[in-house]
Nanobody, 126 residues
Framework: RLVESGGGLAQAGGSLALSCAMT????????????MAWFRQAPGKEREFVAA????????YYGDSVKGRFTMSRDNAKNTVHLQMNSLKPEDTAVYYC?????????????????WGQGTQVTVSS
């Protein structure tokens, strides 16, 4: 399964870092073959794509609302991905979910990601 960590409370303009670790036997194929992504969901809103990174780690793509502020990376040797969130805004407040799937580059549809973590709360105060 996927286990997120690192959520919490930050002030606007501050930073937080999230991590997502894969425990053993999560996937039927190696962790390194999956695109990893972060989505978020605020109360009363639909789940929103945040960022994703391809299996090689060489390609990342971001939702328009976080471009230039968030950075995603992965460490296949440690079966872990990270999301560095800078210049946080109150509208970044949401539950952040780690997801994984065998999806093509650029896929931002949460329905296509087969594996999910439980989510971690991020709250940004103004």
């Amino acid at each position: 399964r996927l286990v997120e960590s690192g959520g919490g409370l930050a002030q606007a303009g501050g930073s937080l870092a999230l991590s997502c670790a894969m425990t053993e036997h999560t996937f039927s194929s190696p962790f390194g073959s999956h695109t990893m992504a972060w989505f978020r969901q605020a109360p009363g809103k639909e789940r929103e794509f945040v960022a994703a990174i391809t299996w090689s780690g060489r390609n990342t793509y971001y939702g328009d609302s976080v471009k230039g502020r968030f950075t995603m990376s992965r460490d296949n040797a440690k079966n872990t991905v990270h999301l560095q969130m800078n210049s946080l805004k109150p509208e970044d407040t949401a539950v952040y979910y780690c997801a994984a799937g065998n999806v093509p580059y650029g896929n931002t549809q949460y329905e296509d990601y087969a594996y999910w973590g439980q989510g971690t709360q991020v709250t940004v105060s103004s």
